[in-house]
């Protein structure tokens, strides 16, 4: 049996308004053996961590079920809309992005997939 031990995204993105206004954007998640709930209000990312979880098991396809498709053409992958320290929301392009899933299987040995 394997068990998720952590979930992390990382975005390297720039505001719409100013291409050398690069920031870092991410969540990591940290997993305990067992069941682990994820909650939160609606629109704070959690069918995005679900859908990332897909994508770094190769699993994208169950989520829009298309083969050769452009499964999750938008998760994580184009731009995103944030409220910035001004208080005001902004648009940002993504630069890079990447998922990671850390796995342990029940010898205690821990596989990373990027």
């Given at each position: 049996?394997?068990?998720?031990?952590?979930?992390?995204?990382?975005?390297?993105?720039?505001?719409?308004?100013n291409s050398d206004d690069v920031k870092d954007f991410g969540r990591r998640l940290n997993f305990k053996k067992g069941l682990n709930l994820v909650?939160?209000?609606?629109?704070?990312?959690?069918?995005?961590?679900?859908?990332?979880?897909?994508?770094?098991?190769?699993?994208?396809?169950?989520?829009?079920?298309?083969?050769?498709?452009?499964?999750?053409?938008?998760?994580?992958?184009?731009?995103?809309?944030?409220?910035?320290?001004?208080?005001?929301?902004?648009?940002?392009?993504?630069?890079?992005?990447?998922?990671?899933?850390?796995?342990?299987?029940?010898?205690?040995?821990?596989?990373?997939?990027?």
């Amino acid at each position: 049996m394997m068990n998720i031990d952590r979930l992390e995204i990382r975005i390297k993105a720039y505001r719409y308004d100013n291409s050398d206004d690069v920031k870092d954007f991410g969540r990591r998640l940290n997993f305990k053996k067992g069941l682990n709930l994820v909650v939160g209000d609606n629109t704070t990312g959690k069918t995005s961590l679900v859908k990332c979880l897909y994508y770094v098991l190769g699993m994208e396809e169950l989520i829009d079920g298309k083969t050769g498709a452009e499964s999750m053409d938008k998760s994580v992958s184009s731009k995103f809309i944030y409220k910035d320290s001004d208080g005001q929301q902004h648009e940002w392009f993504v630069v890079q992005s990447a998922v990671y899933i850390q796995l342990r299987n029940e010898e205690g040995e821990v596989l990373t997939i990027r």
